[in-house]
T-cell receptor, first 113, second 115 residues
């Protein structure tokens, strides 16, 4: 299994809602990532988990809260988002070393109303 | 800090034309280099990679060679197809002592292949 899966595929939420994005991989990878991608832009790193511990937080607002329940799962909890947070949220995984390739999921298209 | 520069396009070619997308990088040490492709409405797919100088990555007819002397990793394909239409991202991963780190991406090149 060489796949990273993400759910849901699409999500529409109001600014007062609480929702979660989910990501799963079964490749035995020990590093997992959240990226945010706006239209016609490259992905921007948000968070890195290495061996289930948060190792990088790129100064992301606290309305985004990551969680890594185990080595295969990665969640992104959303609360009180703003319309400018609308974007494609991509999850990726890698073996855990900096020079390894990262494998991306299909993304969750988030719209904040 | 690390950076990647690539031609942004759009690049429009006819089917069966030769493709080159230029990519140059700035990084300390010995980064790994990647090309990712993103089709409309989808995530990023790893197209090819190179982890050290003079390595050539290849996949699906695409090739790129890691040139340390010119800090470049240009993507080439001898004969493009309409199905190659997508956005192509050049990216690097620093060798930062072993820990996981995010990728540094170029701005992406939108490739359009006309029949």
């Amino acid at each position: 299994d060489t796949e990273v899966t993400q759910t849901p595929k699409h999500l529409v939420m109001g600014m007062t809602n609480k929702k979660s994005l989910k990501c799963e991989q079964h490749m035995g990878h020990r590093a997992m990532y959240w990226y945010k991608q706006k239209a016609k832009k490259p992905p921007e790193l948000m968070f890195v988990y290495s061996y289930e511990k948060l190792s990088i937080n790129e100064s992301v607002p606290s309305r985004f809260s990551p969680e890594c329940p185990n080595s295969s799962l990665l969640n992104l909890h959303l609360h009180a988002l703003q319309p400018e947070d609308s974007a494609l949220y991509l999850c990726a995984s890698s073996q855990g070393l900096a020079y390894n390739e990262q494998f991306f999921g299909p993304g969750t298209r988030l719209t904040v109303l | 800090g690390d950076s990647v520069t690539q031609m942004e396009g759009p690049v429009t070619l006819s089917e069966e034309a030769f493709l080159t997308i230029n990519c140059t990088y700035t990084a300390t040490g010995y980064p790994s280099l990647f090309w990712y492709v993103q089709y409309p409405g989808e995530g990023l797919q790893l197209l090819l990679k190179a982890t050290k100088a003079d390595d050539k990555g290849s996949n699906k007819g695409f090739e790129a060679t890691y040139r340390k002397e010119t800090t470049s990793f240009h993507l080439e394909k001898g004969s493009v197809q309409v199905s190659d239409s997508a956005v192509y991202f050049c990216a690097l991963s620093p060798y930062s002592g072993g820990g996981a780190d995010g990728l540094t991406f170029g701005k992406g090149t939108h490739l359009i292949i006309q029949p």
